[in-house]
């Protein structure tokens, strides 16, 4: 179909320019109006991959450099948005606890794991900070992943064991969590495109042109 064939030029291009995050934001802003594949789990698919993209490419960049601060700014769009979409979909806590992460990794990550960890054990050692029973930023009573942290890590000897914690392994100080599970059906239906208004980039387009 026609917008099988539209939708396959634009992976296309996307591929060739994942550095271009004015492409990205046109890209988003194609498949919240597609209707053929609208979904809220595909939809879910592009913003994550949006996310990965553009954090890996950033990081070509020093941080000065337009194109770094361009990525970034596009990179908090795309949360925003999916921020949005989950809200539109119904999911309006999966959309605060998104929000309630990025802030928690970006504004609280411990000092001692923001630069001798690669992205996937920093990823690890928040997942076993997230699965805590504990006040995340903006609720009452939060301290903030580096101080859970900081508290943690002086009842451990060495990373690896705070790394491998298991809240559900009783220890003489810390006491098991019972996980709340919370049922996320991934198929919604009647869901509209939504969109999301965004700022403009801060970014020189001219000058990758060039």
């Known amino acids: 179909s026609t917008g099988e064939k539209v939708a396959s030029k634009w992976k296309q291009a996307i591929s060739s320019h994942p550095d271009v995050p004015s492409l990205w934001k046109a890209y988003i802003s194609f ?10 789990s595909s939809l879910r698919s592009v913003y994550a991959t949006a996310i990965r993209v ?23 769009a795309v949360v925003v948005g999916i921020a949005h979409l989950e809200i539109q979909a119904g999911y309006r ?26 992205r996937l054990t920093l990823t690890t050692f928040f997942q076993t900070f997230w699965d805590q029973d504990v006040p995340r930023f903006g609720e009452e009573g ?9 508290n943690m890590a002086s009842n451990f ?3 690896e064991l705070l790394l491998d914690y298991d809240p559900n392994e009783p220890t003489e ?4 969590i019972e996980e709340e599970n919370e049922e996320d059906s991934m198929e919604t239906e009647g869901i509209a495109p939504l969109e999301v208004t965004e700022e403009n980039d801060e970014e020189d387009t001219s000058e990758e042109e060039k």
């Not at 806590?93 to 690669?118: G, T």
């Not at 100080?173 to 098991?176: E, L, M, R, S």
């Open 31 to 40: 498949c919240q109006s597609n209707f053929e594949s609208f979904s809220v």
């Open 54 to 76: 553009l954090d890996s490419q950033k990081r070509i960049y020093n941080e000065g450099h337009p194109k770094h601060r361009a990525m970034e700014h596009r990179s908090l």
């Open 157 to 159: 000897k060495t990373k």
């Open 142 to 150: 939060a301290l903030g992943w580096n101080t859970w942290y900081d």
């Open 93 to 118: 806590e999966r959309a605060i606890a998104l929000l309630q992460a990025m802030i928690e990794v970006n504004c609280f990550c411990p000092k001692k794991l923001q630069y001798d960890m690669s």
């Open 173 to 176: 100080d810390v006491k098991p």
